[in-house]
Structures are given as structure tokens and as C-alpha cells.
């Protein structure tokens, strides 16, 4: 309840999975958890609408232990700010005031709330109502199972190591299971087939964990999560000497997954997987830990760790051998040991490169010298790997500063990476490896100066090598005016399928009930870039389990060519591949599972033919999509740069990286046959219902008017539903018809990402001239985008970057060319934004560049080129109500940028390690879709005779709040509450031809369109309700019904005056511009690249808003979404810059290895406020559209991250504009902080691999 109130659920997919985060941490503790382990709690689930704030506010509630202090009343600091009883922080518990109504405004009421803060949450209101764990299990005593599973599968479960022995030496092959949290993806992802499982979680044996006189004993099956526990009770016990190595695997641990895999992952599991990536091996190494080893026979044998690991994921075990403990022993006086880990993502992320290190300091001859040393790293080959050379030449050395060359130099000796190794980033990883060995040096160095045995301190600059990050609770504040219009428009009303959600009972379309006579669909998918089809052979699929059909291209009944905008795709490719992922035919079988393993049996032979695998390719090989070239352009720019008016020009190239949607639910229809396929109905998770009716119509021959399409909700799309997800629909449709069956479909994470396409790569060249004084003279850019193999919606994508490409910025000479590149890659698609932060990134690094040549701030360069009120853009719109300047001073006077500024540079000059960095971005987003003819709407409203109100319109409900502002405006309209308006789904036969839920432009048109049908109904009602004699509402609908008044009508919208003319250039693309600006500070570790924001802060112009806490919802949720975009999420293709990955496939294709953000990636401190008193006058209810504008904020963080690489590179004297593409990724940051380590791999220059 407290998640759905405060606006934590948008899609509601992820919804159920937090709630049983916070579930499993309450009952597990015994004391109410702390804010920080909330947050922790919640490392391993995802969320990719909220961008998280709501959520931990939501469930910090918990955190409180003593009421009282919330009824206290606030006490003020000397800003006359609230500050809370309880936490000491300035708070908002007296957040509300009504003011009056602005006498000049039209509106009803006025209600304006201060900024709220988290600890406005009542903690009186939640009592304890815990369900218990049924005492009949409680006390049920365990027994040893065996279990029998289909295919001959057994699963044995001992109780005692005697038993376990036994069942050993009867199944030599079989596999151990204790987490199953390795196990469990071999069997789920790599087709590994067990048939014998032993589970070993009961054997007492295994589960040892004591401290014993050299050391501890760790037993095998012993959960990461107990290790834990165990570890910090044995550093808060023991001599802190002996515990150096305990501390270490300590803290890797908390690096080590999320919450729920170390609650059930073991050590032994770790250790036997024998991953090169393992986080915890290369400690037992360097700790110089010894293994226990048990046969059948109960024989023991001790190995010691750095020899146990033979080979690829290959343990010096025998058949007849477990691995029963641990022995991890003390460190000694003066023995160090360090963690070392660098990811992609902080959180719950695998390494790229950890390392374990220690040292052994004794003194000789007045001298303390190393007396042993042990180096050794993980994820830089098939097993950790011990810097052999490295150890050798240390011992016997005095510790200083000399050695450190000479390591260096021994270290790349010891790990040589090949060019080609797999998971390339070799130079960051190289780069890395010796990084990792300068702190543990300084490490230890400074622990000596603790101790007094080194003269010299390590000073203070440096000491910025060693702290380690430790990450502070969040907080956010979000400031708004809500404008009361009516009943319910303008109040922060809940997602009206927030409870449903929180309660898991909300339905997606695979929750569906379906028939008994349902099949399930696997897709028979193209393992070539670019090839012939020689031949198909489905025989051994024919002959799989509960096969039931299979579908190629010469089985489509209707036509098999489609594709949004021109006919350039197939439903099944019927002679030529182009992309790894291409549809080729569908399985169709009784279970997912049997659909699965027969679409795997169907074989396919090719002739392979050339591959275009990147933009650079295509641009080379001239290969474009057809006719789309565009060109707009005003002054002239040629006679600019030729003639003396800049005094600089300045070129560049900068390459902009793809972004997965990532939306939680897959992509997923459930179609079936009506009277006996004479209709075709069907559910899909899509925001184009519409399009899902044409394709299927289209692949089935038959008239749009016998194809229905419905969409309750979905579980996130954020442009990849709205075209990419008829294809499946229209496969499935073809299955369906021709066996006249049910048939679902629902895409496996891998396979929505590999064949569903994703936000475009750009490539932006720019030549820019400008004056000494800092304005802009001429810009002349070339941009290009990555179409993929079909042209979907490529060209408009490339239209509005081309829109979009001045950002905010008045240029009196520009010209912007653009062209869609075809290459062998599925073919990208909308994604929030739609070309327009790919445009605008590219402007914005080309103004900091122009800023870094006049050595002027970039928010002073960028301020002297803003566009204002009546400026004529390029393309010909005038701007009007624009707010960009007060966006901007706002945004300056909230974050206090010339403050922050100075912090900044005091703590880069103290510290040589990590640097901080801030920015400040501004974005005017487009509103309406630039095909003019898309901005339609249509609504249908029922009144029923009990008062209440059925709402259907064209618009999906996706998480973004659609449905409930729609409701508002409904319930405003026709003067009743909010809960009396319903709105059940979105349907094709009900409001026809609806365009996609997309461009930011449904509450504004779906919302008009509304108004239009409430009002017509109004009118009807009008004669009656003017009788004066009805009490509510309910019986002036009772008494219309009485008198024959249609109360049902049909409403409709366009957006007026707008419009575009390519071959002239010029007109009026869009509705209006929503404009917003973001500030952010970031800290870097220059070393690993690890980074954080410390702080975000947000100010958009969103007019009225109908609801400001659903358009907040919006705007965390872009940001973060857009941070995943800008300095984490990285699309790695088999191109020619990724030769380890089979050209054509997408390596990051699951969240194993795509790292969207997670909740402790989020900024420190995050603020959000709306600009206040600027109504709207070309949107309903004053509002304006929100989806998108926001997204482009988070570049912030890109270009915080750039100028604390930029105060990096000072240090080693490089003071020169330099290249950072997005994302700004932990590679990006460390190869661009050049120091001497960085240069002993890669140039000052160097930009790291990138598709795009
Ligand atoms: C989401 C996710 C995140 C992860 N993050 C990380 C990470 O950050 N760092 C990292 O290092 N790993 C990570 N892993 C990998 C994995 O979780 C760990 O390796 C874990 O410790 C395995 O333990 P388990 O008990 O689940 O193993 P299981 O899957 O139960 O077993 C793994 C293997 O060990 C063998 N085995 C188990 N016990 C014995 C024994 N006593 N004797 C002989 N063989 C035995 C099994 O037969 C099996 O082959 C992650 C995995 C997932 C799914
Ligand atoms: S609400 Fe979390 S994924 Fe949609």
C-alpha cells in the first residue's frame, strides 16, 4: 500500500519483486533494518520505469523504529528550514499549504506543496500484521528426498555426509547443487542437461563455520550471506592483525551479487564453478587459503588453493571427490591483503577484471622489507592468474616508490592480454591490472605510516587512491505547484493500477488464462548477418515432443511482405537473411519449453554473403537506406567559414552508442481464432494496438475489420513496443489461423534482445566556427543513423536528431545533413526520445568543445547562444511561451553552480585520484509527431445510469500514468470523483485507428479527445441537469437515461497549425517545445573508472500539470533511464571492433551483461521541481507533454563525468579537448584519465571500442 501511494509502481512489472525484496529483508531481521540496508536489500531487482526514488521512499517507512519522534513537532535550523526530529536532516513535516486561488487564472483552486522530502512519511499508520510461517512446517522434521523428474531427471537430497559419500560413489557424474545459482543458468541458458542432482544443503558437514586456532573453517555449503555474518562477528572478536584477509573478503562480498544470490549462493559453489570471473577465488589464492578435499571413502586431503584451479572451469576434483571446507587462515604482523573488483555496474554485476592481493612486511637489518608477496587476478584469462615474475622480484625489497616502474613492467609480463581476447576492453583491462596494484601499494604504504614504519607519510593527495567507496543513503526532493482544476485534474493523484500492481494481482498478457487447446511459439530465428537460405529442414523438429506445427514463409495465407511505414520486411525470411535474429519460421508446441527445443531442431543451411556491420561501414560502402537523405539548412554556411565573422572553427567527430529497451515485460501476444478463423482476436503487450491489427490482417489476408486487438497494460515499452512487436504478433497470427488454435507467444529475454532492435547508434561529424567572444557563427554537421536491415522508423528518428540538432542553441548559419545507414543488424526502432537526445548530445559536444577552445565555463558559452522568445528556428517555427531562460536561472539558483564550482575545484586539488565533476545541460523537446497525419485522437465515453463512467480512448497504458490522467480529465469534466471513472483497456474495435501510444503526445491528444466526448455528453445532459432536481450525478444519469439521452459518445482531436515540407525545409513540426534543464555532480575513481553522482537536480517546464506526482514519476524515471543511456548501458555487436563475439550477434544480450541502472546507481541527492506559474496555452489543462523531454537531462551526468576527466588530465598536463563518446562507461572514464599507466597501453587520445 505504501509502494502504490507513493507512486512507486509505473508498469507495475517489476512491482511484485520488490515488494518480496522488502518482504524477505523484514522477516529475516530481527531489528527494523536501516536505510541503508533497505536500499542494499534491493540491489538485485530491477526497475526500469521509476528510476527508484519512489521506491525507497516508499519502504524507508520501515526503517523507523520510534513513532514518537514523528509526532514531535520539527525544530528549524538557521535557514529557517524544518529539520526533522528523527533524522536531524531538513525535512518538510509541515510541507503543506493551501494558498489562494491566482486571482488573473481561470482555475478553480490553487494548492501549491513545498518540496517533500522522504521523512514526511507517517510511520504511525503501519502496524504489524505479519503473516507466520505455518508452525506444521515449522516443526516438520526433515527427511532425505528423492525426487524422479520428467526425462529420466532424479534429484536426491541426503542429510547426512555418509549419505552423501554413498550417492557419490553410486553417481560419479552427478551434479552437486547447493544455491543452484550457477547451476541453475547452465541448465536454464546453455541447454546443460543434469541427470543426476544432488542437493547438499542439509549435510551439517558442509556447514561448518568455526574459528579455529590458525584460522577459520568455512564449510563448503556455507551461504555468501552467512559468510558474511560470520566474518564481521570474527573482525569485531579477533586481534586486527589476524584478520586482514577477513576484512578483504568482507568487502568483495558486498561487491559479490545482490542480497538474493548471496542468500543462497555458497562458497563451494563458487569455488567448484571455477569461473574465471569469480570474485572470491583470487582471495583464496592470495590469502593463501587451503581446500579440503573428501572422497567416497571419507578420505581427507588438503590442497592449497593457488593450485586448485586447473583449467577452464576444470578443479583439481576426482570423480569420487567433494570439495568439503575451507581453511582460511589469520594474517600475520604486518600482512596486508586487499579486494580489488571493477565492473560494468557497481552492484550486482560480474568483474571485469578483481584481483586479490597480499603482502608480508618484516624487518631485516634495520630495513622492513617484503618478506612475501602474493599478486593475483581474476578475469584476465581462463583462470586466476598469479603475477608470478611480479611476486618474485618483490620479495626482499624495501617499499618505496622506485619499485613501482619495474612492477609495472613485470605486471604487463605476467598478464599479457591478446588483442582479441575474450571481452575485449583489453587496454582498460591491462590498464586496470596495474591500476589495481598501485593502490594496493599505496595500501600499504599507508598502513605502514599508521604503524610508524616508514618516515615519510603517504600524503594527502594520494590518499585519494586507497578510500573506498562507500555509498551514503539516498535522498530526494521534488518541488511542485499543483494547479486544481475541476474534481481531479492537476491533484498527484495514485496510478489507478497502483494496488492491483503492489498486490501482484494486476494482469499482463501472459497471465492470460488460455484454453486447453492453447499452443505455445518459439521462433525458428537467422544465425547469419547476412546469407542465402540454401535449405530448411524441419523433419527433426516434426518428430519433437508435443510438436504441434511449423511455419515458414510459403505457409503466410495473406501477404508475407510488411513493415510500418513500407513493406520492406518479411513475417518469415523467405531467401535472404539479413540480420542474426531475422524471423524465419514459428514453432508452434504444447508447452514454451517443447516449442523451444523443436525450433532448435530445425535446420537451416546458408550461403554466407557480405556484412555491413557498423555506420563507418556503410557510410564507406555507400549503403543507405533508400530516399532517405534529408537536408535542412538556413544561412549560408560555406560563405561563413570562408569569410572572417569566426574567428575560430573547430571540427570533430563523436559517436553516440545504442541503448536496449530493456522494458521488464518481453514481448508477448496471445491470439486466437473466432469462428473458426472468420475473425482473428488477440492480446499483446504493444503500444500500437492498431499496428498489431494491420500486420495480422495483412499475414492473413483478411479485412482490418475482422481483426481485434486488445492492450490492457503492459509491462514498459518505451518505444520498442511500438512497431517491433507486430512481427511476433503476425507470426503467431499465421500458427493460429492455419491450425485455427490459440496460440501465445512470449519472447525469452536473450531473444526479445537479439531480434527486436534497439535505440539508434549515431554518428555526428560537426565543423563549428565561432567568435572569440563566444557566439556561434556556423555550423555544418553530418549525422548518420544505424537503421539496421529494415527502415521501420529510422527515417523519422533521423528527422527529429536532425530537428533537434541546435539544441537551445540561435546559430545563424547551419546546415544539418542526414542519412539512414542499412546495415546487418535487426532493425533499430523508437526508443524514448526518438533521435532527439542523439541530435541534441551531439550539439552539446560540440558547444563544449567550442567552450574548451575559449577556455570559457560551458554554461557561460551556453548562455550567450540561447535561443529566446520569437527566435526563428532553423527550420523556419517561431518560439513561442519560451521558457528556457527561466528554466536555466532556476536550475542555477537551486544547484548554486558558481558554489558548486568552487567545491569542485578544492576537492580536485586535494585529491590525485579521484576528481569531481559538474554540468549543467539544457533540452527543448519537440511535441507531436512529425508525420502531421499521426496527431489524431479518438475516445469513446459511456455514462452508465449508476453515475459511473467507462473511458476507452486509443492510448496504452504503459506505466506512464496515461489512464489515470485521462480518468482526471474525465472526472474534471463531468464534475465527479475521480473513482467513479473507469478505464478497462484499450481495443481496436472500440476507437479505431488510433495512432501508437508515443512521442510524448497522449495525455495532450487522448486527453482533448476525451474532453471533446465528455462534452458533448455535458450538452445532452444540459436540458435535464438545468431542472435543478437530481442530487448527484447518478441520478442525473438515471433521469437522462429515463428521457432517452444518448449518453454515450464518441470524441475526437487534432492538433492544429502544425506541419512540415521537406522539400521546402521549412514550417511548423511541432504543438509546442517542453523545456527543461539539468544540473549534476559526479565523483570518478581515475584509476578503476568507478563513478557516482552525487548529486542531480532537475527543473522541467511542464506547464499545469494534470497530475505533477505522475509527471514527476516521468521525470526520475527518463533520467535514470537516460543515465543507463549516457555512462552505463553498452550494446557490444560482432563487429570489426569486437572480434571475440561471431559477427552479426549481440553479446549483451541478457542482464548478465547489459547493466541497466540499479537502485544504488541513482544520484545521492536527486531533485526534481517543476517550474511554477506557466500555464500552457496550447495543451489541455495548460499541461505539457513529459515522457521524453527529460531523458536527455542525464547527458548531465555524461558531461559532469567529462569535466572530472578533464581536472584528470590536467594533472598529467593535458589540458586540450578530448573525445568522450557515450556511454561514459568505467572504460571510457579510465582511459581517458591518462596518467603513466594508461599510456603504457593505449595513446592520450584514445577512444576505447564502440558499435555503433
Ligand atoms: C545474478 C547472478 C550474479 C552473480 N554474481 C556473481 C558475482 O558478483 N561474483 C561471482 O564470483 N559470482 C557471481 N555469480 C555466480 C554464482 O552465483 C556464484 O558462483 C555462486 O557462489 C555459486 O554458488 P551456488 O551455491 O549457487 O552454486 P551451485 O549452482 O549450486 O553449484 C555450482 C557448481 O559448484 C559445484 N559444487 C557445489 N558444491 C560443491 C562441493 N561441495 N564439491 C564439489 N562441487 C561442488 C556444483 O556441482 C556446480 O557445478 C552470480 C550468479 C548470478 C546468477
Ligand atoms: S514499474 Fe518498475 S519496471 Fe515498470
Redesign the pocket.
Known amino acids: 500500500e505504501r509502494l502504490a501511494k507513493a507512486h512507486g509502481s509505473q508498469c507495475g512489472f517489476c512491482t511484485p519483486g520488490f515488494v518480496m525484496s522488502m518482504y524477505a529483508l523484514l522477516r529475516s531481521s530481527k531489528h527494523p533494518p536501516t536505510e541503508e540496508q533497505i536500499e542494499d536489500s534491493l540491489a ?1 531487482n530491477l526497475c526500469r520505469c521509476t528510476g527508484y526514488r519512489p521506491i525507497i521512499d516508499a519502504f524507508r517507512v520501515f526503517a523507523k523504529t520510534d513513532d514518537s519522534l514523528y509526532t514531535a513537532s520539527p525544530s528549524e535550523n538557521a535557514n529557517g528550514q524544518a529539520i526533522c526530529p528523527s533524522t536531524g536532516k531538513p525535512c518538510s513535516c509541515r510541507n503543506e499549504t493551501d494558498v489562494n486561488a491566482n486571482e488573473s487564472s481561470t482555475l478553480s483552486s490553487v494548492k501549491v506543496y513545498l518540496p517533500c522530502s522522504y521523512n514526511e512519511i507517517d510511520g504511525n499508520s503501519y502496524s504489524e500484521k505479519e503473516l507466520i510461517f505455518p508452525p506444521e512446517l515449522q516443526l516438520r522434521k526433515f527427511m532425505p528426498l528423492k525426487l524422479n523428474g520428467f526425462n529420466g531427471i532424479r534429484w536426491y537430497r541426503p542429510l547426512k555426509l555418509e549419505q552423501l559419500l554413498y550417492l557419490r560413489s553410486c553417481y560419479p557424474d552427478a ?11 547452465e541448465t536454464k541458458f546453455k541447454n546443460a542437461q543434469y541427470k543426476v542432482m544432488i542437493s ?1 544443503t542439509h549435510v551439517p558437514e ?1 556447514h561448518t563455520l568455526k574459528v579455529e586456532e590458525h584460522g577459520l573453517h568455512i564449510g ?2 556455507v551461504r ?1 550471506a552467512q559468510l558474511q555474518k560470520f566474518l564481521k562477528n570474527v573482525i569485531a572478536e579477533r586481534g586486527s592483525h589476524e584478520t586482514s584477509s577477513c576484512h578483504a573478503i568482507l568487502r568483495q562480498l558486498k ?4 542480497t538474493q ?1 548471496r542468500n ?10 571455477a ?1 574465471p ?4 577465488n583470487p582471495l583464496w589464492m592470495a590469502t593463501g587459503a587451503n581446500f579440503q578435499i573428501i572422497d567416497v571413502n571419507n578420505n581427507v586431503r588438503t590442497t592449497a588453493a593457488k593450485d586448485f584451479f586447473l583449467g577452464y572451469r576444470k578443479v583439481d ?1 576426482k570423480a569420487d571427490e ?3 571446507s575451507v581453511i582460511l587462515p589469520w594474517t600475520r604482523p604486518y600482512e596486508y591483503v586487499k579486494e580489488f573488483k571493477q565492473a560494468h555496474r557497481r552492484e ?4 571485469l577484471v578483481n584481483a586479490g592481493m597480499r603482502m608480508h612486511i618484516t624487518e631485516a637489518e634495520g630495513n622492513w622489507i617484503v618478506s612475501d608477496v602474493s599478486i593475483v587476478y581474476g578475469g584476465v584469462a581462463v583462470v586466476p592468474l598469479t603475477a608470478a615474475k611480479t611476486e618474485k622480484f618483490l620479495v626482499g625489497k624495501k617499499l618505496d616508490d622506485g619499485l613501482l616502474d619495474e612492477t609495472f613492467n613485470l605486471l604487463k609480463e605476467d598478464i599479457p592480454l591478446a588483442e582479441n581476447a575474450p571481452g575485449g576492453m583489453v587496454e582498460f583491462r591491462s590498464s586496470l591490472t596495474l591500476s589495481f596494484f598501485f593502490k594496493f601499494f599505496l595500501y600499504v604504504t599507508h598502513e605502514m605510516n599508521i604503524k610508524g614504519l616508514r618516515k615519510v607519510g603517504l600524503d594527502a593527495a594520494n590518499m585519494s587512491a586507497i578510500q573506498s567507496y562507500t555509498r551514503p543513503v539516498s535522498i530526494g526532493t521534488q518541488g511542485y505547484e499543483s494547479v486544481g482544476q475541476g474534481t481531479a485534474v492537476g491533484q498527484p493523484m495514485v496510478h489507478m493500477s497502483a494496488m492491483l500492481q503492489v498486490t501482484g494481482e494486476a494482469e499482463y498478457v501472459d497471465d492470460t488464462p488460455t484454453p486447453p487447446n492453447n499452443l505455445h511459439a518459439a521462433l525458428v530465428l537467422s544465425k547469419k548477418a547476412h546469407a542465402r537460405i540454401l535449405s530448411i529442414d524441419d523433419s527433426v523438429a516434426k518428430c519433437s515432443p508435443g510438436f504441434a506445427g511449423v511455419f515458414l514463409s510459403k505457409d503466410v495465407p495473406g501477404s508475407n511482405h510488411i513493415g510500418p511505414i513500407i513493406h520492406d520486411e518479411e513475417v518469415f525470411a523467405s531467401d535472404v537473411v539479413t540480420c542474426v535474429g531475422q524471423i524465419i519460421g514459428i514453432v508452434v508446441a504444447d508447452t514454451h519449453d517443447n516449442a523451444k527445443a523443436a525450433a532448435n531442431k530445425v535446420n537451416i543451411e546458408y550461403s554466407e554473403l557480405p556484412a555491413i556491420l557498423s555506420i563507418s561501414e556503410a557510410v564507406k560502402a555507400g549503403s543507405f537506406h533508400p530516399n532517405t537523405t534529408r537536408c535542412l539548412s538556413n544561412g549560408d554556411v560555406e560563405q561563413c567559414f570562408a569569410s572572417n565573422t569566426c574567428d575560430k572553427i573547430i571540427e570533430g567527430e563523436i559517436r553516440v552508442g545504442g541503448q536496449e529497451h530493456f522494458y521488464m515485460e518481453p514481448q508477448c501476444t496471445f491470439v486466437w481464432p473466432v469462428d473458426s478463423g472468420n475473425e482473428i482476436h488477440m492480446i499483446s503487450s504493444t503500444q500500437a494496438p492498431q499496428k498489431h491489427q494491420k500486420y495480422v490482417a495483412n499475414a492473413l489476408g483478411l479485412p482490418l475489420s475482422k481483426v481485434v486487438c486488445k492492450t490492457k497494460r503492459i509491462g514498459g515499452g518505451f518505444g520498442g513496443k511500438e512497431t517491433r512487436s507486430a512481427i511476433f504478433a503476425a507470426a503467431a497470427s499465421v500458427a493460429s489461423y492455419c491450425l485455427r488454435r490459440p496460440v501465445k507467444i512470449v519472447l525469452d529475454r536473450d531473444v526479445d534482445m537479439i531480434t527486436t532492435g534497439q535505440r539508434h547508434s549515431f554518428l555526428g561529424k560537426y565543423k563549428l566556427g565561432f567568435t572569440n567572444d563566444g557566439k556561434i557563427q556556423a555550423l555544418d554537421l553530418e549525422i548518420y543513423n544505424n537503421g539496421g536491415n529494415s527502415l521501420d522508423l529510422s527515417l523519422a528518428v533521423l528527422e527529429r536528431a536532425v530537428f533537434h540538432s541546435e539544441n537551445v542553441y540561435a546559430i545563424p548559419n547551419i546546415r544539418v545533413s542526414g542519412k539512414v545507414c542499412f546495415t546487418n543488424f535487426p532493425s533499430n526502432t523508437a526508443f524514448r526520445g526518438f533521435g532527439g537526445p542523439q541530435g541534441m548530445l551531439i550539439a552539446e559536444n560540440w558547444i563544449h568543445h567550442m567552450a574548451t577552445e575559449l577556455k570559457r565555463s560551458p554554461e557561460e558559452i551556453k548562455e550567450l547562444n540561447f535561443q529566446s522568445e520569437g527566435t526563428e528556428l532553423y527550420y523556419g517555427q517561431l518560439l513561442k511561451n519560451c521558457t528556457m531562460h527561466s528554466v536555466w536561472d532556476e536550475l542555477k539558483a537551486s544547484c548554486n553552480i558558481l558554489e558548486a564550482r568552487k567545491a569542485v575545484n578544492v576537492f580536485n586539488s586535494e585529491n590525485r585520484w579521484r576528481k569531481r565533476g559538474i554540468a549543467m545541460v539544457p533540452t527543448k523537446f519537440g511535441i507531436s509527431f512529425t508525420a502531421k497525419f499521426m496527431n489524431q485522437a479518438g475516445a469513446l465515453v459511456q455514462v452508465y445510469t449508476d453515475g459511473t463512467v467507462l473511458v476507452t480512448h486509443g492510448g496504452v497504458e504503459m506505466g506512464q500514468g496515461l489512464h489515470t490522467k485521462i480518468a482526471q480529465v474525465a472526472a474534471s469534466s463531468l464534475d465527479i470523483p475521480l473513482s467513479c471513472v473507469f478505464i478497462s483497456e484499450t481495443s481496436t474495435d472500440k476507437v479505431p485507428n488510433a495512432s501508437p501510444t508515443a512521442a510524448s503526445a497522449s495525455s495532450d491528444l487522448y486527453g482533448a479527445a476525451v474532453l471533446d466526448a465528455c462534452q458533448q455528453i455535458k450538452a445532452r445532459m444540459e436540458p435535464i441537469a438545468s431542472r435543478g432536481n437530481h442530487k448527484s450525478f447518478a441520478e442525473l444519469a438515471q433521469a437522462c437515461y429515463m428521457e432517452r439521452v444518448d449518453l454515450s459518445a464518441h470524441g475526437f482531436y487534432i492538433t492544429p497549425d502544425i506541419g512540415f515540407d521537406w522539400i521546402a525545409g521549412k514550417g511548423s513540426p511541432f504543438n509546442y517545445f517542453t523545456y527543461g534543464a539539468a544540473f549534476a555532480e559526479v565523483e570518478i575513481d581515475t584509476l578503476t573508472g568507478d563513478f557516482h553522482t552525487r548529486t542531480a537536480d532537475i527543473v522541467m517546464d511542464l506547464g499545469y500539470s494534470i497530475n505533477p506526482a505522475i509527471d514527476i514519476g516521468q521525470i526520475e524515471g527518463a533520467f535514470i533511464q537516460g543515465l543507463g543511456w549516457a555512462a552505463m548501458e553498452e550494446l557490444k555487436w560482432g563487429d570489426d571492433n569486437h572480434k571475440w563475439i561471431r559477427p552479426g550477434y549481440l553479446f549483451t544480450c541478457g542482464p ?1 551483461s547489459y547493466k541497466i541502472p540499479s537502485v544504488n546507481d541513482i544520484p545521492l541527492n536527486f531533485k526534481v521541481s517543476l517550474l511554477k506559474g506557466v500555464p500552457n496555452p496550447r495543451a489541455i489543462h495548460s499541461s505539457k507533454a513529459v515522457g521524453e523531454p527529460p531523458f536527455f537531462l542525464a547527458s548531465a551526468i555524461l558531461f559532469a563525468i567529462k569535466d572530472a576527466i578533464a581536472a584528470a588530465r590536467a594533472e598529467e598536463g593535458h589540458l586540450d579537448w578530448f573525445p568522450l563518446d557515450n556511454p561514459a562507461t568505467p572504460e571510457r572514464i579510465r582511459m581517458a584519465c591518462v596518467d603513466s599507466i594508461t599510456k603504457k597501453f593505449a595513446s592520450v587520445y584514445y577512444r576505447p571500442k564502440l558499435s555503433v
Open positions: 538485485g551434479k552437486l547443487i547447493i544455491g543452484n545459482s550457477e547451476v541453475g543458468v547438499v558442509l563448503s555449503a555468501l561487491w559479490f551479487a545482490g544470490i543462497v549462493a555458497s562458497v563451494g559453489g563458487n569455488i567448484c564453478t569461473s570471473i569469480s570474485d572470491l576434483l567433494i570439495l568439503l550486482d554485476d560480474i568483474a548478465g
